[in-house]
């Protein structure tokens, strides 16, 4: 998928979008994975529990500037808004945020956390296929559907990407998720899955970039509580 061609979308829109897509929520809870534990199980000097105490401390502040609003404008939300851009107009994103204002949009920011895209592409495969048609005009009576399109509809349904969606479709309920996947079929839903792998792909060098930013900040509040540890 290009550049876009029509008008560039605008700063507000974007950073609409990004709100209501929750991902400063999603980074900072990314930062909370990968952050590094205070106490090492291979360390060889074992630490008393003052040290303990101190380097957790030093730790939960590292991560806090981390996921600082200051931190968040400085570093993440421009350089995520300039990778969706590339890909959108201002009538893509426009289209995107009403659908994320909507009863099922609300819930599409849980299923991305929680469904990848090889789940969707699948679904939407099996969708278009004869079974897959069968099954949706059969409103989940498929007991007198043909044997061999039977087989087909439990084969997906036994498939990994079958289970996932199986999952979803409890946690988040039947009309939400129809609604959601029909989203994604529309000429901005797949331009979103399109910039939702760019922005995945992107993350490593955004968390590199917040360290390189971050380093002089990051490294004071070692210092200082490496301070609190001498004797």
Do not use: C
Not at 49 to 61: D, F, G, L, V, Y
Not at 122 to 138: C, H, I, R, W
Not at 149 to 164: P, Y
Not at 185 to 205: F, H, M, V, W
Request: charged content about 30%.
């Amino acid at each position: 998928m290009g550049i876009n061609a029509g008008p560039q979308p605008s700063d507000s829109s974007m950073q609409e979008m990004l709100d209501l897509l929750h991902v400063r929520d999603r980074i900072n809870s990314t930062l909370d994975q990968i952050s590094t534990n205070p106490r090492s199980d291979n360390s060889e000097k074992k630490l008393s529990p003052k040290s303990e105490k101190i380097i957790r401390e030093m730790h939960t502040e590292q991560l806090m500037l981390a996921k600082s609003e200051d931190t968040w404008k400085s570093v993440f939300r421009q350089e995520i808004i300039d990778i969706f851009r590339q890909s959108l107009t201002q009538q893509d994103v426009d289209s995107i945020n009403t659908f994320l204002k909507s009863e099922a949009g609300k819930k599409l920011p849980y299923l991305s956390l929680n469904m990848d895209m090889k789940v969707i592409q699948d679904s939407q495969a099996f969708a278009n296929t004869k079974a897959g048609k069968a099954l949706a005009v059969s409103g989940g009576e498929i007991e007198n559907l043909d044997p061999e399109v039977l087989d087909e509809i439990k084969a997906f349904g036994a498939s990994d990407s079958g289970q996932k969606l199986g999952a979803l479709y409890e946690k988040i309920g039947d009309q939400a998720l129809d609604e959601i996947m029909a989203f994604y079929g529309t000429d901005a839903g797949k331009k979103l899955i399109e910039i939702s792998k760019r922005y995945e792909s992107a993350l490593p060098n955004l968390f590199e970039k917040r360290m390189q930013l971050l380093r002089p900040q990051w490294d004071a509040i070692r210092d200082k509580h490496i301070k609190r540890m001498q004797p």
